[in-house]
Every structure is written in structure tokens, then in C-alpha cells.
């Protein structure tokens, strides 16, 4: 059974830094793993990914300020979150997908970036 637990949220400045973890277990080889975030009445968006090899994709509004990382060994990523804006006030979600294509989300952790 797949697990996904978020950690690291909470309130920061304006232009300040946060760092995102997602702890994973259950999960097995040829994954990707991801971020994305949601506010209410808003879809929710993707901010990047990363696959088990190390290829990112990052969605434009966080290119340049936010790193998507992953240590294959301890099952974690890890989302640096860097010259934040108040506009990113979101609920965040860690996302895997496994080798057979099924999604799976952690239950979501606050960002709320103070101006």
C-alpha cells in the first residue's frame, strides 16, 4: 500500500524560502513523484515532478525559483520553494505515480506565504 506523507509547510515571507518533504513507502521501482497545489475552487495545478532518473519538468510560474529533488535510497522528495509569493498560498500535494501508471496523492500540507 502506497503512502505518501507531506511535511514542511507553513507561513513564510514574501520573497522568503521553504523547503517540502514527502516521505514515501510502498512504493516500488520506475516512478515518478511530484508536487502540485490547490487552493478551494481552483483545479489543482501541477509546480514540477521528477522521475526516478532524475529528469524534472516544472511548471512556468515556479521556474527559476523552485528545485524538485528526490533520494531514491530513503523513498523522499523534496521541493525547495525559493523567492515564494503571496499568489502561491496553496494547500501543497506530494503525487506518485507508479510503474503502472496509478496516481496516488498525500493528504496535502498548508503554505500560506504572508505579504
Known amino acids: 500500500q502506497v503512502q505518501l506523507v507531506e511535511s514542511g509547510g507553513g507561513l513564510v515571507q514574501t520573497g522568503g524560502s521553504l523547503r517540502l518533504s514527502c516521505a514515501a513507502s510502498?512504493?516500488?521501482?520506475?516512478?515518478?513523484m511530484g508536487w502540485y497545489r490547490q487552493v478551494p475552487e481552483k483545479q489543482r495545478e501541477l509546480v514540477a515532478t521528477?522521475?526516478?532518473?532524475?529528469?524534472?519538468n516544472y511548471a512556468d510560474p515556479v521556474k527559476g525559483r523552485f528545485t524538485i529533488s528526490r533520494d531514491n535510497a530513503k523513498n523522499t522528495g523534496l521541493l525547495q520553494m525559493n523567492s515564494v509569493k503571496p499568489e502561491e498560498t496553496d494547500v501543497y500535494y506530494c503525487?506518485?505515480?507508479?510503474?503502472?501508471?496509478?496516481?496516488?496523492w498525500g493528504q496535502g500540507t498548508p503554505v500560506t506565504v504572508s505579504s
Open positions: 503525487w506518485h505515480r507508479s510503474r503502472w501508471s496509478r496516481d496516488y
Open positions: 510502498g512504493i516500488f521501482s520506475r516512478n515518478v
Open positions: 521528477i522521475t526516478e532518473g532524475g529528469i524534472t
